[in-house]
């Protein structure tokens, strides 16, 4: 009888004991819940480059600027893989440029984007990001750390990894933008579209508006009569943008138009009223390199950062820098 007894409390000692057992691992594990994630950081990268910001000369590790460079230059809510190729085409742009800016021989590099590659510093970007901050921070932090060292190279050279923001169907080829044929820099299929801000774009001027802009940057150009007889043939590059236009007489490179009226880019058509010029404009830049949404959409499709980089830099490998 004691000892159906005694086993009978021992089996209710156990059965009030689980619960508590389960409630406290329970409460353990919304502890562990609640507990912020380790911040990731950045590795040395054993390069220090001088940076001239606001006029002022700072040294930084090469992979804390790279931060500051991919989170200016790409939206941190891009994939991933996209981030990644980013970070890699800026390390190597940096290290190709540093040291040979003529506009700046005290410093490696600017933060004057139309100079060398726009950047931001960690709390200005995450001023700019408000609630998303935490989460844009760490998918910057380990696009570059993700790819630390990593380069692009071409028959072992740093190559000038230019990029820019959106295309049409195809980038451009160098040689139609710069004049110099670059064997890496050739125009390849780009498959960004409609979901791109400002894909397409529309400038309008007045007649009057069109000569005054247009004689203070061509003055040997003639604009009489109506709009429709100012402009003559236009040849198209094998990117699909404008290669030349002649404007009043003058012929003038896509490039130039794009400067002088100040379009998004050089892949534009003309249309025209008795008073009034329209330039339809498709995409955001110079179109030579890697195009910054066309590896998002690429990256969205499945395709890793070193696919993306080999498909708009052609003929390269991604390795580790040996300079």
Not at 29 to 37: I, L, M, R, S, V
Not at 40 to 63: A, C, F, K, W
Not at 234 to 256: A, D, K, P
Not at 289 to 317: K, R
Request: charged share 15%; hydrophobic share 40%.
């Amino acid at each position: 009888m004691k000892k159906v007894v005694a086993v009978a409390l021992l089996l209710a000692l156990v059965l009030f004991l689980i619960p508590l057992g389960v409630r406290q691992e329970r409460k353990t594990q919304e502890k562990n819940t609640d507990q912020p994630d380790q911040a990731l950081t950045l590795p040395d990268s054993g390069r220090t480059l001088t940076i001239l910001v606001d006029g002022q000369v700072q040294e930084m590790d090469l992979n804390q600027y790279l931060w500051g460079v991919v989170a200016a230059e790409m939206p941190a809510s891009f994939e991933e893989e996209a981030l990644k190729a980013q970070a890699v085409a800026a390390r190597t742009y940096s290290l190709h440029k540093a040291g040979n800016a003529a506009n700046h021989p005290e410093a490696d590099l600017c933060t004057n984007y139309a100079c060398c590659q726009a950047w931001i510093s960690r709390e200005k970007a995450q001023a700019n990001w408000g609630e998303n901050a935490a989460a844009y921070t760490d998918k910057i932090t380990h696009a570059v750390a993700e790819t630390n060292n990593q380069v692009i190279l071409y028959e072992g050279q740093l190559i000038s990894a230019v990029f820019h923001s959106s295309s049409g169907e195809t980038t451009q080829d160098a040689v139609a933008v710069w004049g110099n044929s670059v064997p890496y820099l050739q125009s390849v299929e780009s498959p960004e579209g409609e979901e791109v801000p400002n894909f397409h774009s529309q400038v309008t001027f007045t007649a009057q508006e069109f000569k005054d802009t247009y004689l203070a940057a061509q003055p040997d150009g003639v604009l009489e009569g109506e709009p429709a007889g100012w402009f003559g043939e236009i040849t198209l590059t094998n990117g699909g943008s404008v290669g030349t236009i002649v404007i009043g007489g003058v012929t003038v490179t896509g490039v130039q138009a794009r400067q002088i009226f100040g379009l998004r880019s050089a892949a534009f058509t003309v249309e025209t009223t008795a008073d009034s010029v329209t330039f339809q404009v498709t995409g955001f830049g110079h179109g030579v390199g890697m195009s910054q949404y066309g590896a998002n959409a690429m990256a969205a499709d499945g395709s890793t950062y070193t696919e993306i980089l080999q498909h708009y830099y052609t003929g390269v490998t991604v390795e580790e820098y040996a300079g």
